[in-house]
């Protein structure tokens, strides 16, 4: 039988409410096959930093690289709570995990299902998926201000692009769009960021060559926005700068029923590091320890966990049982209705069905 080693980092706020069931569907999608996972808990987040003063320390991080895989929940706390700001969990945990480990794909999925609770009247056929690069752009940090709280004070943060790191994940995006619908749009805003931007159009434009097949497009970002919402069919694989990327798919999360449906992974492709798993929303204080966050992102993040280990038969199978579960959530039995572990439950029973 194959062992998986699968870090577990649960977090805060709600974070921990949807990993439960997250874990629960893992369980009973992988019953009676002869994958294992040995699951090792790390407590980070805010309330670890809050209680001891870590981040994440240099021995977390070589016992997380040390699995195969990350599961995620959620972290961080209430925004702007004065306590947390040296922790700085953003960057000293979340980014410096996406940095460390390489995950310079941060895939984001956004398919409507039917019976999803989506804002637009008439959206049509909505299944596509955002390419956001993570490991660059305004995410690095560099950059820094002067004069500080003065009257004079100068701000400056740098967007990193680098050709290789273009290179990679347009690359990654193309071989995606060759599997899906073979239509991939670049999304950047090239007539401001004239050097980020012709390094990225010049990158997509060399290696469109070597897939003909696929169609190519291109739309500032603006633009984009728009589109998402006014005719979000239009699109099959959007790829993006890691700041573009986080807008678009809380964009992306609304339009097909919320963000508490919205999946990603952190990936490694080259297998070098683990990849993470995580949904896209956050901690979301202002409902933790209520039991009314929607698991589902949390639960169709282990769809591409499960997919990323090779084990499509099982992704499906749990993507099909959400699919069935968000198609029964009706007027009669809205989402609302049922507590963070009614959802999960039931979306695991259909997997035991
Ligand atoms: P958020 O995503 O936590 O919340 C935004 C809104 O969406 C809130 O009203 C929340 O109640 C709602 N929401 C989020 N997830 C939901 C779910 N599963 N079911 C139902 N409703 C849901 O964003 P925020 O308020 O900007 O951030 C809160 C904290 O989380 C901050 O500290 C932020 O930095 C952090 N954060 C962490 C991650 C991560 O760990 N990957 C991602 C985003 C934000
Ligand atoms: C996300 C989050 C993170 C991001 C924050 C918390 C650093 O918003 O995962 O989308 O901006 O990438
Ligand atoms: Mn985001």
Avoid: C
């Amino acid at each position: 039988s194959r062992v998986v080693k699968l870090a577990v980092i649960p977090g805060d706020g709600i974070g921990p409410e949807v990993i439960a069931e997250a874990e629960k569907v893992l369980a009973a999608a992988t019953a009676g096959s002869d994958i294992r996972f040995d699951k090792t808990r790390f407590e980070l987040g805010a309330a670890r930093y809050l209680a001891t003063g870590d981040t994440l320390t240099d021995d977390d991080l070589d016992a997380i690289k040390a699995h195969d895989a990350i599961l995620l929940g959620a972290v961080g706390g209430v925004p702007g709570d004065p306590r947390l700001k040296d922790a700085n969990i953003e960057r000293g945990l979340l980014l410096r995990l996406r940095f460390e480990l390489d995950h310079y794909v941060n895939l984001r999925p956004a398919r409507l299902y039917p019976g999803a609770p989506g804002p637009l009247a008439d959206p049509g056929a909505v299944d596509f998926v955002v390419v956001r690069e993570g490991t660059e752009g305004p995410y690095v940090g560099n950059g820094g201000s002067i004069r500080r709280g003065t009257a004079h004070e100068v701000a400056n943060e740098t967007s990193v692009n680098t050709a290789f790191g273009v290179e990679r994940v347009v690359r990654y995006a193309f071989d995606l769009a060759r599997r899906r619908d073979r239509r991939l749009t670049l999304v950047h805003k090239t007539n401001v960021l004239v050097n980020a931007g012709s390094l990225w159009q010049r990158v997509v434009g060399e290696v469109a060559t070597q897939y003909p097949e696929v169609a190519v497009d291109y739309l500032h970002v603006d633009a984009a926005t728009i589109f998402l919402v006014t005719n979000p069919g239009r699109f099959d694989v959007i790829v993006t700068d890691n700041l573009f990327g986080d807008i678009l798919t809380d964009l992306a999360g609304a339009v097909t029923g919320g963000i508490g449906l919205a999946a990603s992974g952190n990936i490694n492709p080259d297998g070098a590091f683990p990849s993470m798993f995580e949904p896209v929303h956050g901690s979301a204080p202002d409902i933790a320890g209520q039991q009314k966050a929607d698991p589902t992102a949390a639960i169709l993040s282990i769809a591409l966990l499960l997919d990323h280990l090779g084990l499509a038969s099982e992704a499906g199978r749990v993507t099909r049982a959400v699919e069935a579960d968000i198609g029964a959530r009706s007027a009669a039995a809205p989402a609302a209705g049922r507590t963070t572990a009614q959802i999960g439950d039931a979306i695991t029973a259909r997997l035991q069905a």
